[in-house]
């Protein structure tokens, strides 16, 4: 398919999807040989065509959307982020949780892919701050909508490249060689939990301390699928409680319930005070 006719036809299909076109700008060539791929799965000669067959069945929509799903991770994926957690936000969490009589921090991953990020999250706490905070665990759980995801995130084995940015120190403790690729070893996966579960659709049923929902919903969600999700996150997040999104997003606006973390980057936290708008609307629903 050339470029120029998967560009009009993601312009005509992702607000369709709930999507918007801009965020798809830099990742369009892996969606585009999927979806070149669907349409000689399906027989059809062209862009076109596939246009017309989304137009007359419409459960094909569903497995477009599937081939929209654009999953980039890896191990302490933006390293200044989680240097900021490590260093500001997780022990200012603790400490909230010690003074609350809370035995753990509950933290949330949203849209994790294969795993990378609520593994990260865990072995920070286990390795970095779990000593210093004897009487305070850490439960992650890590959701996606995409089920073959989630099950390479059960395996919890990857190539070596996708630890990368992970400290040294950190990748011996915590991984051991299987062939080619490092396996998180067990006791650093019991923390963590994973479920499948659209953003949009359902909500844990836990409140959370820590939310991370990076270059998911913020990129690739419509305006009004956007403010939508940070509704739903904060009706699961504590008061006082923070939020990570992607470097390069921004909080749909307005985000008056959302103040920015001093000194950290792409983090925010939950106003302590009932009377912001996203919780008292997410309350009522």
Not at 84 to 94: D, H, I, N, S, W
Not at 141 to 157: N, Q
Not at 199 to 204: C, F, K, Q, S, V
Request: charged fraction near 25%.
């Amino acid at each position: 398919m050339k470029d120029v006719d998967c560009i009009a036809f993601l312009q005509w299909a992702l607000p369709r999807l709930g999507l918007k076109w801009p965020g798809f700008r830099k990742v369009r060539r892996q969606v585009c040989k999927r979806i070149a791929a669907r349409i000689g799965q399906l027989g059809l000669p062209d862009a076109a065509a596939y246009r017309a067959q989304l137009e007359s069945h419409a459960p094909e929509w569903q497995a477009l959307a599937a081939l929209c799903t654009v999953p980039i991770s890896r191990f302490y994926r933006d390293s200044g982020v989680f240097d900021c957690l490590g260093a500001e936000v997780l022990p200012a969490l603790a400490e909230a949780a010690l003074v609350r009589g809370a035995p753990r921090l509950e933290c949330w991953s949203a849209g994790c892919a294969s795993g990378e990020e609520p593994y990260t999250l865990a072995l920070q706490w286990q390795l970095s701050l779990a000593e210093r905070y004897p009487r305070v665990g850490m439960r992650v759980l890590g959701t996606d909508v995409d089920a073959h995801l989630l099950e390479r995130a059960r395996a919890a084995c990857y190539r070596t490249s996708s630890l990368e940015a992970l400290p040294e120190n950190w990748r011996r403790q915590a991984f051991e060689s299987r062939g080619r690729l490092l396996c998180l070893r067990e006791p650093f996966r019991r923390e963590v939990e994973l479920a499948r579960q659209d953003l949009l659709a359902e909500l844990p049923p836990r409140e959370f301390d820590l939310v991370l929902c990076r270059n998911v919903a913020f990129t690739y969600f419509s305006a009004e699928l956007a403010r939508a999700a940070l509704d739903r996150i904060a009706s699961r997040l504590r008061p006082g409680g923070a939020l990570v999104i992607g470097l390069h997003e921004q909080l749909p606006q307005p985000a008056a319930a959302f103040a920015p973390w001093p000194g950290c980057r792409a983090i925010y936290r939950l106003r302590d005070q009932t009377s912001a708008p996203s919780r008292q609307t997410s309350r009522t629903r």
